[in-house]
């Protein structure tokens, strides 16, 4: 028989007024959520007295679907996270939120190990840390998404970062003013290295003043030139990507970074690099009606190396990120209107001014 208890949480995460197969809390709250039930009377796990828990390996839907975990008061310890692990679990959901909620999973966290369907949102000042994530693990684990929202909302990661490892139609999305860093590798799109096509059409999006990305291993943008496909990095309305290596690379012909607002920043002086990937069309614009197409004329972006170390960047980032010296800063022109090539791309020191830099520079 369902338990008839109503739930409130975060309204994006849709348990407003929820019927629960099974509601359990805190100490009840177990390693395995596999309660199951249906979109409009899943299985609620709720931890919320602020008591730290830790269930070690976690299984949110372990063999079903329809089962979520809330986090909003209390640390909780993992070791390895599935949210979604077979195939038959699709549509379980995680939910941590708050500044007073947190969850620490010592190995990776899988949003759709081989399940599709399933969603971690991070929100309202959380913290989540992990070593590592897949989104959309296995063929067929397609459709998982991760949103990591709010100012003071931060998911860290020690370990490998894969948005679509071989699933399809996977996402990311940081928002709100959310940080996200990752410390090793990050692919979108990586491709199962014994079948073609899979890996296809994963997306990020970073959104939003504040909101910033930060990678600080090498950055593979559809992984496979011949297994996957589609793969898509946006980077829109004043949001930021920091990429503290210097490798960046867009293996895939349809795969592409677009610019939309918001701002590309790659550690040392990258201006060939960023050059080639605009003209050889891996940077893609708005064309104001709803689609994209790939800018290869220069004049369409600013193109900046900072090479003063020192320098504060906020002039080149509409007044929001001052520690991007040292780094190419890639965005849209201040101007809607495209500036010849050679005012809108603007490289090493000339770009800001002889008098305006100190000469001081250090490669990456």
Request: proline fraction near 2%; charge should be neutral.
């Amino acid at each position: 028989m369902l338990a008839r208890t109503g739930f409130a949480a975060c309204a994006a995460f849709s348990l407003v007024s929820t019927l629960s197969a099974v509601e359990l809390f805190n100490a009840d709250v177990p390693s395995v959520m596999n309660g199951g039930g249906s979109d409009g009377s899943p299985s609620v796990y709720t931890i919320n007295n602020g008591t730290p828990r830790s269930l070690g390996q976690t299984r949110v839907g372990d063999m079903v679907g329809y089962n979520r975990f809330v986090i909003t008061s209390g640390a909780v310890s993992s070791t390895t996270s599935y949210i979604g692990y077979a195939a038959t679990s699709g549509s379980n959901s995680v939910l941590v939120s708050g500044s007073s909620a947190a969850w620490t999973s010592s190995n990776q966290i899988h949003v759709g190990f081989n399940g599709s369907n399933n969603s971690l949102v991070i929100s309202n000042g959380a913290a989540v840390t992990s070593a590592g994530a897949n989104i959309g693990r296995h063929i067929g684990a397609d459709g998982n998404s991760v949103t990591v929202d709010g100012v003071g909302t931060t998911w860290t990661m020690t370990n490998h970062l894969y948005v679509g490892n071989a699933g399809s139609n996977n996402s990311l999305t940081i928002s709100g003013g959310a940080q996200l860093v990752t410390t090793q590798r990050t692919y979108i799109g990586y491709g199962d290295k014994d079948i073609s096509g899979n890996g296809l059409n994963n997306t990020v999006l970073v959104t939003g003043a504040g909101s910033v990305w930060t990678n600080s291993g090498e950055f593979h943008l559809g992984y496979s030139a011949t297994r996957t496909s589609g793969n898509i990095v946006t980077l829109a309305d004043s949001a930021l990507l920091k990429q503290e290596s210097a490798s960046f690379q867009i293996t895939n012909s349809t795969s592409y970074l677009r610019i939309d607002g918001g701002y590309f920043a790659i550690k040392g002086d990258q201006t060939t690099l960023l050059t080639s990937l605009i003209t050889g069309g891996k940077i893609q614009i708005s064309d104001g009606a709803g689609g994209w197409f790939s800018a290869t004329d220069l004049s369409s972006f600013s193109l900046t190396y900072v090479a003063d170390l020192d320098a504060d960047t906020r002039g080149l980032t509409g007044g929001l990120y001052a520690d991007l010296g040292g780094y190419t800063i890639l965005s849209l022109p201040a101007s809607s209107i495209p500036e010849p090539a050679t005012a809108a791309v603007l490289v090493g020191a000339l770009a800001l001014g002889f008098a305006g830099l100190k000469r001081r520079v250090r490669r990456a």
